[in-house]
Structure formats: C-alpha cells, structure tokens
C-alpha cells in the first residue's frame, strides 16, 4: 500500500444505559461524532449511520437487555465506517426476516441491510453478542443513500 494512500481509523467508544434514554443518547452522540469527524449532520451518511445506531441500540434495550448491564457503541472510521453495538445477552441472534405488510415492527434490521455495505453479529468476548455494520463514510458505492 502506498504510505500516502493509507487511511488513518479514528475511534469513539461509549457505554450507555440500557434504557430507551440511553439508546437516544447512544445515536444523539453517534451523529455528534461523526459531524466532528467531518461527515456533516444531516448528510446521508451522516443520516445512514443513525438509523444503523438507533435499531442497533433500541435492540440492545429491548432485546439484549440483562437487569444492571450496559449496552456500548463503537464508531470506528477508516475506508468505511463501522459501527458495532454490544449487550449482555448472546442468546437472542437478530435476522432480517421478512415480515407481515400490516406488522407494526421488525422491519429495522430490513433497513439496516439496506444502507450498509455488509452486517451481521458475533459473539462479544466474556458475555453476549456485538452487532455490526459497515457504511461508506462518503456518498459512494454501496449501501451509499
């Protein structure tokens, strides 16, 4: 790889609470992050990654919630921009499955698929399970809005 061409990865990483008000903080400082790291608010990619942080994190609080732990989000931004978020329960695997046309829910990780390059889940090192994806941190190629 040419030395000039290399990319540098800038991290951020935070642990909220498990509740519906961490998960709104967890995508409220997504986006202040990535705005610092110069993906604007409001740009698709800037948009892209909130909706992939808001169903991460709302999953994490209402799936892969256990009684006095934490959930954590990880931006890490290189060529792409992945974002993982852990919790404390590994049994429950997220699938983006079809769902009813009248369904009222599941159809977050069906947008998730959409705008990122690539997703899926591990299993977090210790206890539970991290939710991945990766975007294109700039308007271009796929998954770009």
């Not at 909220?16 to 990535?34: D, H, I, P």
């Not at 974002?83 to 049994?91: C, L, N």
Request: proline share 5%.
């Amino acid at each position: 790889m040419n030395p000039q061409s290399a990319v540098t990865a800038t991290e951020f990483v935070q642990r909220f609470s498990s509740t519906r008000r961490g998960a709104r903080l967890a995508r409220w400082l997504a986006v202040q992050q990535l705005d610092a790291w110069g993906i604007p608010y409001g740009s698709p990619r800037s948009d892209a990654a909130a909706l992939v942080v808001a169903e991460f994190a709302a999953n994490a609080v209402t799936h892969g919630h256990v009684a006095g732990r934490d959930f954590e989000v990880r931006l890490a931004l290189g060529e792409l921009l992945r974002i993982e978020v852990s919790d404390a329960r590994g049994e429950s695997e997220p699938a983006a499955a079809p769902v009813a046309e009248d369904a009222e829910c599941g159809r977050g990780l069906l947008l998730v698929a959409a705008v990122a390059v690539a997703w899926g889940v591990k299993a977090r090192p210790g206890v539970g399970k991290v939710v991945w994806a990766e975007l294109h941190p700039h308007d271009e190629g796929v998954g770009a809005m």
